[in-house]
Nanobody, 128 residues
Framework: QVQLVESGGGLVQPGGSLRLSCGAY????????IGWFRQAPGKEREGVLC????????YYDDSVKGRFIISRDNVKNTVYLQMNSLKPEDTAVYYC?????????????????????WGQGTQVTVSS
């Protein structure tokens, strides 16, 4: 059983910050690269960024580079997404997922495995 639970979303004004958490249940998070994804209304889910098992970051979306930082705390079995300088276009439901073979391929176990599925995510709304 592999389950990730997202939390920390909310309403924030443009330029503000949020810190999202991705808690792992039923498995040890430090054995997996973890990716953050987001889906805005009417759009497809897209990759945001990913953290490898060696804590290297891979940005899937250039628009968040320099603003978003991903990190992990293996003791707490949690991956974080620190979002700074938020923009209205960042508004979306944010999801996390375990990655297959690290961050380079961009594929998740949720899409190609049977260990779990996409969760409910956490809503991030950036608005005045």
């Amino acid at each position: 059983q592999v389950q990730l639970v997202e939390s920390g979303g909310g309403l924030v004004q443009p330029g503000g910050s949020l810190r999202l958490s991705c808690g792992a249940y039923g498995f040890s998070l430090d054995h997996y690269a973890i990716g953050w994804f987001r889906q805005a209304p009417g759009k497809e889910r897209e990759g945001v960024l990913c953290i490898s098992i060696s804590d290297e970051s891979t940005y899937y979306d250039d628009s968040v580079k320099g603003r978003f930082i991903i990190s992990r705390d293996n003791v707490k079995n949690t991956v974080y997404l620190q979002m700074n300088s938020l923009k209205p276009e960042d508004t979306a439901v944010y999801y996390c997922a375990p990655m297959i073979n690290g961050c380079f391929g961009g594929s998740t176990y949720y899409d190609y495995g049977n260990l779990g599925s996409w969760g409910q995510g956490t809503q991030v709304t950036v608005s005045s």
